[in-house]
């Protein structure tokens, strides 16, 4: 009978506990719900919207706010609910030329707070660069302005919600967010703890008339020198045979450099791929173009790929694209049937010589950026302007300066930032980037560690580390090992003072891990110690199977 009632008293006391648990769970979600409310009526931000919203998938419930910043810089902030919360804050980095609001729900999910903004204009009115005509403010907002505004006002909402300001803070983008995270460390160098800056398009101007120069240089002569060719004759050259023969010519002569056959250059510049040399056998007899060979013009269209941009008088202005990224040509720079003829840098850069080069803009687009045979009609009120008219003679002599010192993020004494701020910068870049063109990152590295620590990489290596990771397209994919979490490494060294030797990443195919390794802090890279005669094992390409050397 005892035991009964002991039984009885233990369930009722369980009981009591549940039902004290989820009233207390109730009351603190009521509690954020009205907290996060509230924040409409903050008196010195312009708020428009402060709701929770309901969780989903792996996303908790969190605080949804939205704001604006005078003139025209929409942003928003994810605030997880208090009990929820890690005490850091996470600016979330932006890509191409924005224009929206981006969500983090995993770094939320995670415990961050986390802000973004459309950087001052909205792509579904004014899409990529046409924001910029005749519109200094809005460039300026696009260039740096936007993120250091966003910043305070998502510092203020985050106090104002959690009632303490966040113990830490972070910046996480890649390619356009890299080159706001630089931006951030040069211009407010005291906004941010520590900093992810992907793939930087950090030389703005150059990268982008540099993809203009590609274009022309494809386009040119009724597309003479496209890598694609017409099968069928039907005037869309559909057949990208050429580029997978470049790609296969490269491989072989460097592929194995590493020590591994696996279909990556690790090293890009220890390859000494020479197109006149390495492509002598396979260029058309008679220079009479046809699928499985090259023309003259085809071949120079290759080598000014990898040569990069120069004007007139061969004065170089960007490193060209690695070898090994030529998987990813057909997307970005490729005019053929399987992108409608458009590569995908002709509408990221395009129309950014039209908007956002020159101190004055020279004319809007005309209505097909895909047809250098239109003729630009100089009559209209606003006249029009095409990247085929561009000279590239502009950048040299000077014409872009006034618009590089808004949107360039080159300075390498970073002194401010990473001493005397104490912050930490953690760059990356893919091997395999024909995007953005992964040599000038290395370049603006070592030009850092000359500057802002008189070459001493040693004393560099505590406060700013680059990873390149080999056969890593634009942010991501591309056949090497492409996927880690970028956060966590930076957080745990600003925090626990863990330097980031390497990181350790994946590559999959069909969601399955078919490939991992280390990719190490520069200058270091990663060597194959695992089973010997095994290296060509795709079995043994695991993390513990590799070093950093």
């Given at each position: 009978?005892?035991?009964?009632?002991?039984?009885?008293?233990?369930?009722?006391?369980?009981?009591?506990?549940?039902?004290?648990?989820?009233?207390?769970?109730?009351?603190?979600?009521?509690?954020?719900?009205?907290?996060?409310?509230?924040?409409?009526?903050?008196?010195?931000?312009?708020?428009?919207?402060?709701?929770?919203?309901?969780?989903?998938?792996?996303?908790?419930?969190?605080?949804?706010?939205?704001?604006?910043?005078?003139?025209?810089?929409?942003?928003?902030?994810?605030?997880?609910?208090?009990?929820?919360?890690?005490?850091?804050?996470?600016?979330?980095?932006?890509?191409?030329?924005?224009?929206?609001?981006?969500?983090?729900?995993?770094?939320?999910?995670?415990?961050?707070?986390?802000?973004?903004?459309?950087?001052?204009?909205?792509?579904?009115?004014?899409?990529?660069?046409?924001?910029?005509?005749?519109?200094?403010?809005?460039?300026?907002?696009?260039?740096?302005?936007?993120?250091?505004?966003?910043?305070?006002?998502?510092?203020?909402?985050?106090?104002?919600?959690?009632?303490?300001?966040?113990?830490?803070?972070?910046?996480?983008?890649?390619?356009?967010?890299?080159?706001?995270?630089?931006?951030?460390?040069?211009?407010?160098?005291?906004?941010?703890?520590?900093?992810?800056?992907?793939?930087?398009?950090?030389?703005?101007?150059?990268?982008?008339?540099?993809?203009?120069?590609?274009?022309?240089?494809?386009?040119?002569?009724?597309?003479?020198?496209?890598?694609?060719?017409?099968?069928?004759?039907?005037?869309?050259?559909?057949?990208?045979?050429?580029?997978?023969?470049?790609?296969?010519?490269?491989?072989?002569?460097?592929?194995?450099?590493?020590?591994?056959?696996?279909?990556?250059?690790?090293?890009?510049?220890?390859?000494?791929?020479?197109?006149?040399?390495?492509?002598?056998?396979?260029?058309?007899?008679?220079?009479?173009?046809?699928?499985?060979?090259?023309?003259?013009?085809?071949?120079?269209?290759?080598?000014?790929?990898?040569?990069?941009?120069?004007?007139?008088?061969?004065?170089?202005?960007?490193?060209?694209?690695?070898?090994?990224?030529?998987?990813?040509?057909?997307?970005?720079v490729i005019p053929h049937k399987g992108n409608?003829?458009?590569?995908?840098?002709?509408?990221?850069?395009?129309?950014?010589?039209?908007?956002?080069?020159?101190?004055?803009?020279?004319?809007?687009?005309?209505?097909?950026?895909?047809?250098?045979?239109?003729?630009?009609?100089?009559?209209?009120?606003?006249?029009?302007?095409?990247?085929?008219?561009?000279?590239?003679?502009?950048?040299?002599?000077?014409?872009?300066?006034?618009?590089?010192?808004?949107?360039?993020?080159?300075?390498?004494?970073m002194s401010r930032f990473l001493l005397d701020?104490?912050?930490?910068?953690?760059?990356?870049?893919?091997?395999?980037?024909?995007?953005?063109?992964?040599?000038?990152?290395?370049?603006?590295?070592?030009?850092?560690?000359?500057?802002?620590?008189?070459?001493?990489?040693?004393?560099?290596?505590?406060?700013?580390?680059?990873?390149?990771?080999?056969?890593?397209?634009?942010?991501?994919?591309?056949?090497?090992?492409?996927?880690?979490?970028?956060?966590?490494?930076?957080?745990?060294?600003?925090?626990?003072?863990?330097?980031?030797?390497?990181?350790?990443?994946?590559?999959?195919?069909?969601?399955?891990?078919?490939?991992?390794?280390?990719?190490?802090?520069?200058?270091?890279?990663?060597?194959?110690?695992?089973?010997?005669?095994?290296?060509?094992?795709?079995?043994?390409?695991?993390?513990?199977?590799?070093?950093?050397?």
């Amino acid at each position: 009978m005892n035991r009964n009632i002991n039984s009885l008293t233990a369930l009722c006391v369980l009981c009591a506990s549940v039902a004290y648990g989820a009233a207390q769970g109730a009351e603190n979600l009521a509690r954020g719900q009205s907290a996060c409310e509230a924040l409409m009526w903050t008196r010195n931000l312009t708020i428009t919207l402060a709701q929770v919203v309901e969780a989903a998938d792996s996303t908790p419930r969190y605080c949804y706010v939205k704001g604006v910043i005078s003139p025209a810089i929409s942003y928003h902030v994810q605030l997880p609910l208090p009990e929820n919360w890690n005490g850091r804050f996470v600016k979330w980095g932006d890509g191409g030329k924005d224009g929206d609001l981006d969500f983090a729900d995993h770094r939320v999910a995670q415990g961050y707070a986390v802000a973004n903004s459309n950087t001052g204009h909205d792509s579904g009115t004014e899409p990529r660069a046409s924001f910029g005509f005749n519109n200094r403010q809005a460039e300026i907002d696009f260039g740096y302005r936007a993120i250091h505004l966003t910043v305070n006002a998502a510092r203020t909402l985050i106090e104002a919600y959690y009632q303490r300001p966040p113990s830490y803070s972070y910046f996480e983008g890649c390619s356009t967010g890299g080159r706001q995270g630089l931006m951030e460390a040069q211009r407010y160098p005291y906004d941010f703890d520590g900093i992810i800056a992907g793939a930087p398009v950090n030389y703005y101007q150059e990268l982008n008339t540099t993809h203009v120069f590609n274009l022309q240089g494809v386009f040119r002569n009724g597309l003479a020198g496209n890598l694609a060719y017409d099968i069928n004759g039907d005037g869309t050259p559909e057949s990208l045979t050429k580029i997978n023969m470049l790609r296969n010519k490269v491989l072989a002569k460097c592929d194995a450099n590493d020590g591994i056959v696996d279909g990556v250059i690790d090293d890009p510049l220890s390859c000494n791929f020479d197109p006149d040399l390495d492509l002598a056998t396979v260029m058309c007899s008679g220079d009479v173009n046809a699928d499985e060979c090259l023309t003259r013009a085809q071949l120079q269209t290759i080598k000014d790929l990898y040569r990069g941009s120069y004007d007139s008088k061969g004065v170089p202005i960007l490193k060209g694209k690695p070898l090994g990224s030529e998987f990813s040509w057909p997307f970005s720079v490729i005019p053929h049937k399987g992108n409608s003829m458009a590569p995908a840098r002709m509408f990221t850069s395009g129309d950014h010589v039209n908007y956002l080069f020159y101190e004055t803009d020279p004319g809007i687009t005309p209505p097909d950026l895909s047809d250098p045979s239109h003729h630009p009609d100089k009559t209209r009120v606003i006249p029009e302007w095409a990247w085929w008219e561009f000279n590239i003679d502009d950048v040299t002599a000077g014409a872009g300066d006034f618009m590089r010192a808004i949107t360039n993020a080159a300075e390498t004494d970073m002194s401010r930032f990473l001493l005397d701020n104490d912050g930490k910068l953690l760059l990356y870049h893919g091997w395999g980037d024909a995007d953005a063109h992964p040599e000038p990152t290395l370049d603006y590295y070592n030009e850092v560690v000359r500057d802002t620590f008189s070459g001493d990489l040693e004393q560099a290596k505590n406060y700013t580390r680059l990873f390149m990771a080999p056969g890593m397209a634009h942010c991501g994919g591309g056949p090497g090992p492409n996927d880690w979490d970028k956060l966590a490494p930076l957080v745990d060294w600003v925090e626990n003072g863990n330097l980031p030797d390497y990181v350790v990443a994946t590559h999959k195919t069909d969601e399955v891990v078919d490939n991992e390794r280390r990719v190490c802090a520069y200058p270091q890279q990663a060597t194959y110690v695992g089973p010997a005669g095994g290296q060509n094992n795709r079995a043994n390409w695991v993390e513990i199977n590799f070093t950093c050397r």
